[in-house]
């Protein structure tokens, strides 16, 4: 079975500072795909980032990049130059690579993220 | 709708109660998922419908929990004899059903059951 893990329960930064959230996971499948997700106090996930397995080059989203470590199972997110609403909750998530259907996410508990003006 | 819908939004019961929450995904996706969420943790999987059927339901705690999707879009979650411990966030998302696509999260339904 497939377990991700988020060892931050807690961080904040400062506005227009850069901080790094981290996730590792464990899994023995060679092909999956994995997320980060937004979750602010209005409850709605968000995606922010998806990474591909087998795609070597880390994602990026605008402030928003991957640090996608395959051996080492360590997918951690960075966001630059950090803004008020960036504050919530994030949750790194795995996804098994069915073919061309869908599978299910399997999340961590997450990492309360507050930007302090 | 832009978004997936979720109705209620609040839903409070009494223990041993029937309760039912409604999804309505986005237009056109073909995948649907519950999650559920509890207090300080991240969602977890119940169920996941392909169209009508139910593509996965590995993930629902016990016979008490069911769901049905019977026309491929808006999908029901019914609960019987509500217990204590069903209280929490229900989430529905939904997606086009290719491998690895974006999941759309509706905004949940938090579930109280006193």
């Known amino acids: 079975a497939q377990t991700v893990t988020q060892s931050q329960p807690e961080m904040s930064v400062q506005e227009a500072e850069t901080v790094t959230l981290s996730c590792t996971y464990d899994?023995?499948?060679?092909?999956?795909?994995l997320f980060w997700y937004k979750q602010p106090p209005s409850r709605q996930m968000i995606l922010v980032i998806r990474?591909?397995?087998?795609?070597?080059q880390n994602a990026t989203e605008n402030r928003f990049s991957v640090n996608f470590q395959k051996a080492a199972k360590s997918f951690s997110l960075k966001i630059s130059d950090s803004q008020l609403g960036d504050t919530a909750m994030y949750f790194c998530?795995?996804?098994?690579?069915?073919?061309?259907?869908?599978?299910?996410?399997?999340f961590g508990k997450g990492t309360k993220l507050s930007v302090k003006p | 709708g832009a978004g997936v819908s979720q109705t209620p939004s609040n839903k409070v019961t009494e223990k041993g109660k029937y309760v039912e929450l409604r999804c309505d995904p986005i237009?056109?996706?073909?995948?649907l998922y519950w999650y559920r969420q509890s207090l300080g943790q991240g969602p977890e999987f119940l169920i996941y419908?392909?169209?009508?059927?139910?593509?996965?339901d590995s993930g629902l705690p016990n016979d008490r929990f069911f769901a049905v999707r019977p026309e491929g879009s808006v999908s029901t979650l019914k609960i019987q004899r509500t217990e204590r411990g069903d209280s929490a966030v229900y989430l529905c998302?939904?997606?086009?059903?290719?491998?690895?696509?974006?999941?759309?999260f509706g905004p949940g339904t938090r579930l109280t059951v006193l």
């Open positions: 998302a939904s997606s086009l059903g290719r491998g690895g696509d974006e999941q759309f």
């Open positions: 899994t023995s499948e060679n092909n999956y795909y």
């Open positions: 990474q591909e397995a087998y795609k070597q």
């Open positions: 998530a795995f996804m098994k690579y069915y073919g061309g259907s869908q599978g299910n996410l399997i």
């Open positions: 237009s056109g996706h073909t995948a």
């Open positions: 419908f392909q169209g009508t059927g139910a593509a996965d």
